[in-house]
T-cell receptor, first 114, second 117 residues
């Protein structure tokens, strides 16, 4: 079945460092891809999305490009802040269902230290 | 997380009791999804409901778990005879429509943290 794999955490970075969180997926069709962020004690918030190959999603300084050839959707940010500390989930929308069923990766915890 | 309301935020139950988790979707949303997040794990899909209908319950355990989304009132996730392994965070999400292809991002509540003693 469809699945999402992410790099294991936790990831600890100093403020203003460059961030990459790797994400790869397995899907039979052409899914939409998402990054969600979960701040401590809260639910998930959509960070960015891409719906087709070579699309780049971006928001709040974060970017991710839909790479069909490598089935990847890596999250990047040029300069992280302490407020970016959270758990990041890569996800896909299962293209085999007629509704927006979302499959999540296991999450990557990010801690940014001053 | 504005709009999707879950309550209670924390729920403690003893083994064998019943747990009822409530979710009020965002205004205008008629599609509700429930997910379970075990410690150190991602979210696992449980069930997808529209008003008065269960559309997909493939992620929900066959026994002890049930969900409903009545015409009036919140969606309810019910767990009967809880066991220690039910301890988790349960998240509800809603969307205005659900047409496939990922075109309708889901809006999440802050979750209910269920602890079983």
């Amino acid at each position: 079945g469809d699945s999402v794999t992410q790099m294991e955490g936790p990831v600890t970075l100093s403020e203003e460092a460059f961030l990459t969180i790797n994400c790869t997926y397995t899907a039979t069709g052409y899914p939409s891809l998402f990054w969600y962020v979960q701040y401590p004690g809260e639910g998930l918030q959509l960070l960015l999305k891409a719906t087709k190959a070579d699309d780049k999603g971006s928001n709040k300084g974060f970017e991710a490009t839909y790479r069909k050839e490598t089935t990847s959707f890596h999250l990047e940010k040029g300069s992280v802040q302490v407020s970016d500390s959270a758990v990041y989930f890569c996800a896909l929308s299962d293209p085999e269902t007629s509704y927006d069923k979302v499959i999540f990766g296991p999450g990557t915890s990010l801690s940014v230290i001053p | 997380n504005a709009g999707v309301m879950q309550n209670p935020r924390h729920l403690v139950r003893r083994r064998g009791q019943e747990a009822r988790l409530r979710c009020s979707p965002m205004k205008g949303h008629s599609h509700v999804y429930w997910y379970r997040q075990l410690p150190e794990e991602g979210l696992k899909f449980m069930v997808y409901l529209q008003k008065e209908n269960i559309i997909d319950e493939s992620g929900m355990p066959k026994e002890r778990f049930s969900a409903e989304f009545p015409k009036e009132g919140p969606s309810i996730l019910r767990i009967q005879q809880v066991v220690r392994g039910d301890s988790a965070a349960y998240f509800c999400a809603s969307s205005p429509t659900s047409t496939g292809g990922g075109n309708q991002p889901q809006h999440f509540g802050d979750g209910t943290r269920l602890s079983i003693l």
